[in-house]
């Protein structure tokens, strides 16, 4: 893998200068187009610079202040955190106990090391379009579930900038959720807490109706992605870990397994996914009972749901007080810029009640915008942003701000009664 020089002092200040979108940014943060709101002045952000140092309880009145702030600390990264009862960059000027969270976007991050038992294709930081496929089905399961069972519709995912995706839900019901609640939505959500090959599931069915609608959802994808593409279990000692350790209960069952892979070596996933059932049938007694092949098929299903259901960063989510970098910031490892992977409410004409579930997601993280190229178009261009390739990135986050704005006032609105706050032309 070619070595990949940091972006410099420079290059971060040049982006932050020129290009990052703090106005879009503000907004979103603000919930509205109004420059000045509560919500933003006591919004923390935090600053990550190079040396290692980490400067939290940063907050700002204006997109001016905003801009003019970033710029002036230049950090690697910055992240975002929660709106407080008061100014966070007071923090030193009042009372501890006067400074309480009181919202914050219901945020995910899902990282490519959670699968890497399962993908061959690539290694550590390394990321493809093949394995990627990971985080796609990620993204689509969890989009699903925010959507169709919990009710939100201001959601965006982001690049993290090397291997993973961050997803932003900014709903007001979503904001305003308590540590417990967001513990909860953890719980539901969160199948598979221990992706180790050896740990077998176990899951009690039936299967409560979000796991069988991840399951059916998966299934076609476990074949052409497991078992084809990836291949995992080509690999005996693999395969013996994972499919007949990890996953089957019946001892008999395991050594029947065990022996024919090691008398017959090298043999394909597919193939051994299909072995276990033949020799299930075919060589043990009991094995055409429809209490065993129950059984065997609810091992099958767990290994499914094991392999390609997404595992969530707890710490993430749970706490209110949590910072997430940024959108568009910059990965100091990659040069990679955090651009949104998909936005909701859909940026296209389409119907709004169609399954989330089945929206494509057109995205390749090798492909994606690096500072360097940017730089580099920028120079070529006269300056001009929107000739660079970060500008239908820019846009599509730029629909999502006029879409949550509208939703945002719309809610306010009916709150208030007062239908005539709501108009086309106030956004």
């Known amino acids: 893998?070619?070595?990949?020089?940091?972006?410099?002092?420079?290059?971060?200040?040049?982006?932050?200068?020129?290009?990052?979108?703090?106005?879009?940014?503000?907004?979103?943060?603000?919930?509205?187009?109004?420059?000045?709101?509560?919500?933003?002045?006591?919004?923390?952000?935090?600053?990550?610079?190079?040396?290692?140092?980490?400067?939290?309880?940063?907050?700002?009145?204006?997109?001016?202040?905003?801009?003019?702030?970033?710029?002036?600390?230049?950090?690697?990264?910055?992240?975002?955190?929660?709106?407080?009862?008061?100014?966070?960059?007071?923090?030193?000027?009042?009372?501890?106990?006067?400074?309480?969270?009181?919202?914050?976007?219901?945020?995910?991050?899902?990282?490519?090391?959670?699968?890497?038992?399962?993908?061959?294709?690539?290694?550590?930081?390394?990321?493809?379009?093949?394995?990627?496929?990971?985080?796609?089905?990620?993204?689509?399961?969890?989009?699903?579930?925010?959507?169709?069972?919990?009710?939100?519709?201001?959601?965006?995912?982001?690049?993290?900038?090397?291997?993973?995706?961050?997803?932003?839900?900014?709903?007001?019901?979503?904001?305003?959720?308590?540590?417990?609640?967001?513990?909860?939505?953890?719980?539901?959500?969160?199948?598979?807490?221990?992706?180790?090959?050896?740990?077998?599931?176990?899951?009690?069915?039936?299967?409560?109706?979000?796991?069988?609608?991840?399951?059916?959802?998966?299934?076609?994808?476990?074949?052409?992605?497991?078992l084809k593409e990836q291949n995992p279990w080509e690999d005996d000692k693999a395969a013996i870990e994972c499919l007949l350790l990890g996953g089957i209960y019946d001892k008999n069952l395991i050594e029947l397994c065990k022996k024919f892979w090691l008398d017959n070596p090298g043999r394909s996933s597919e193939q051994k996914w299909t072995d276990i059932d033949y020799l299930a049938t075919n060589k043990l007694a009991y094995g055409k009972k429809p209490d065993f092949l129950e059984k065997l098929r609810q091992c099958k299903e767990d290994l499914i749901l094991k392999t390609l259901y997404p595992k969530l960063d707890i710490e993430v989510t749970k706490q209110t007080i949590h910072l997430l970098k940024a959108p568009f910031c910059i990965h100091p490892s990659t040069g990679n810029v955090c651009v949104p992977i998909m936005v909701m409410p859909n940026d296209t004409d389409e119907d709004d009640n169609q399954s989330y579930q089945s929206v494509e997601i057109d995205f390749d993280p090798t492909k994606a915008p690096k500072l360097i190229s940017l730089q580099k178009q920028m120079e070529e261009n006269g300056n001009r942003l929107e000739n660079t390739d970060l500008q239908p990135y820019l846009e599509k986050f730029g629909r999502f701000v006029q879409k949550f704005i509208q939703n945002e006032m719309h809610e306010d609105a009916t709150t208030s009664g007062d239908k005539k706050r709501f108009r086309e032309n106030d956004w």
């Open 1 to 226: 893998m070619t070595s990949i020089l940091p972006p410099s002092s420079s290059d971060m200040e040049y982006y932050y200068q020129y290009m990052y979108p703090f106005k879009s940014i503000f907004q979103w943060l603000s919930h509205s187009f109004i420059e000045s709101q509560p919500d933003i002045a006591n919004r923390e952000f935090a600053m990550a610079f190079r040396s290692g140092a980490y400067k939290r309880y940063n907050s700002y009145n204006t997109i001016a202040d905003f801009k003019n702030g970033i710029i002036k600390g230049n950090p690697d990264r910055f992240e975002i955190g929660a709106v407080y009862s008061k100014p966070p960059a007071k923090k030193d000027a009042i009372l501890k106990t006067d400074l309480i969270p009181l919202q914050k976007e219901l945020v995910f991050d899902i990282d490519m090391d959670d699968y890497d038992d399962y993908r061959t294709c690539c290694s550590g930081a390394q990321v493809c379009e093949k394995c990627w496929k990971f985080i796609t089905l990620a993204i689509r399961i969890i989009n699903v579930a925010l959507v169709e069972d919990f009710g939100f519709k201001d959601i965006f995912w982001i690049f993290s900038g090397r291997r993973g995706a961050h997803c932003w839900c900014s709903d007001r019901r979503a904001r305003k959720l308590t540590d417990l609640q967001r513990r909860n939505i953890l719980d539901y959500l969160n199948i598979i807490r221990d992706r180790h090959v050896e740990k077998k599931l176990s899951l009690m069915r039936p299967l409560y109706p979000h796991m069988q609608r991840s399951l059916e959802f998966l299934k076609p994808f476990f074949v052409d992605i497991i």
